[in-house]
């Protein structure tokens, strides 16, 4: 298998994307049990390396939890443990090269005292003109944002957790306008459902017995499905027209579920777990597809890129592997780590266009990586 230049990686993905099909509707089922990997290992790719670099870095007082891009891609917003909101400018990636000095990032907004705990998660909506933070204060900031000037607009306070929120999306409805804010940790762990023209709470879904640690949705404008994962060991499927959830996964290895991720068409799911292990389950099949073991301690984070040719994963053990997702996802996977921290990677976020991702770390730091200038072709 060759890598191809991120110009290449992002023509394919914007095919691909166009031709994928609609997510399927799930019927109610009984918890899944995924049985153990029977099948050959995935492996690391042998005598292979991968030229990202790292182009900005940011460095805070304490460790940096969260990062997201806003849909644009213009800019990326930080959240720290020093109880910081960052909003930074996204930088002219063309020019990077091996062996340059690492640029620091240029901050647009700063939000010194954006919760009176931690940021723990954050996100844009997809329209861009909304972020939300959560924190261990257990309260999420929910506010306006103006993407011309890079401003912060009102704002409200949401109250509706009795425990950390652990992590936020958001879904929107273009028939009525609308934008639901879906939110979950830990407390009582419940998936609290926000309108944010009023702020609120429309619903409360109850199934996790554990905190939430991640929640993902996917597909088109009107999306109306989304997932959770959870300190529980299962992973849960929800529609917002439906109180309960509409599947229910639970991993035979008996592990948490740290991150989820879906694939644009609905149909792959990706699972990270605290036993350093990462799941592939078959959605419309209702089966598991293989496990593997890319890391040496906790997964944090799964994320496909654009058209989910490539997933991303970062752990505890301070490492940011890619693995590749073209072929037969029965077969053995190959994967390499493509940047490293020197300590816990808390999290990692593709940018929407280019071939380039943001990590965040326990060593203080967060930093975007990306293909250097002229890019050439280098074996996987």
Not at 1 to 15: E, F, G, H, L, N
Not at 261 to 282: I, N, Q, T, Y
Not at 308 to 333: E, H, I
Request: charge should be positive; aromatic fraction near 8%.
């Amino acid at each position: 298998m060759k890598w191809a230049t991120s110009d290449v990686i992002y023509r394919q993905q914007q095919q691909q994307q166009q031709q994928l099909p609609r997510p399927q509707t799930m019927m109610h089922q009984p918890p899944v049990p995924l049985p153990q990997q029977i099948r050959p290992v995935s492996q690391p790719a042998s005598n292979a390396s991968i030229a990202f670099v790292p182009v900005c870095r940011y460095e805070d007082a304490q460790a940096i939890r969260t990062t997201a891009f806003h849909p644009s891609g213009k800019y990326f917003a930080l959240g720290t443990n020093s109880k910081q909101l960052l909003i930074c400018r996204y930088p002219d990636t063309r020019t990077a090269r091996h062996g340059e000095p690492t640029r620091h990032v240029e901050i647009a907004l700063t939000r010194p005292k954006q919760h009176r705990g931690s940021v723990y998660c954050l996100g844009f909506n997809p329209n861009g003109d909304l972020i939300a933070t959560g924190s261990n204060d257990k309260t999420i900031r929910l506010m306006a944002f103006d993407e011309e000037n890079c401003r912060i607009g009102a704002e409200m306070e949401l109250s509706c957790h009795d425990g950390t929120v652990r992590d936020l999306i958001f879904l929107e409805n273009s028939h009525n306008r609308s934008t639901i804010l879906i939110s979950g940790g830990a407390g009582n762990c419940h998936l609290n459902v926000t309108d944010c023209n009023s702020g609120q709470l429309i619903q409360s879904m109850k199934g996790h017995s554990a905190p939430i640690l991640g929640l993902y949705t996917w597909g088109h404008a009107n999306q109306q499905q989304f997932v959770s994962c959870s300190q529980d060991k299962t992973i849960r499927f929800w529609d917002l027209r439906q109180s309960q959830a509409i599947n229910v996964i639970s991993p035979a290895h008996s592990a948490p579920v740290t991150s989820v991720c879906v694939d644009p068409s609905g149909k792959l799911l990706v699972s990270g777990h605290e036993d350093a292990s990462v799941a592939l389950f078959d959605v419309t099949g209702n089966r598991v597809l293989q496990n593997f073991r890319p890391h040496g301690d906790e997964v944090r984070t799964v994320r496909f890129s654009n058209a989910a040719y490539y997933l991303l994963t970062a752990s505890y053990d301070k490492r940011v592997v890619l693995t590749d997702m073209r072929g037969d996802l029965m077969a053995p996977l190959m994967y390499l780590p493509v940047a490293e921290h020197s300590d816990k990677v808390v999290q990692c976020r593709w940018h929407p266009l280019d071939f380039s991702f943001l990590s965040t770390s326990a060593d203080r730091s967060a930093v975007l990586w990306s293909l250097p200038a002229g890019g050439h072709k280098q074996r996987f």
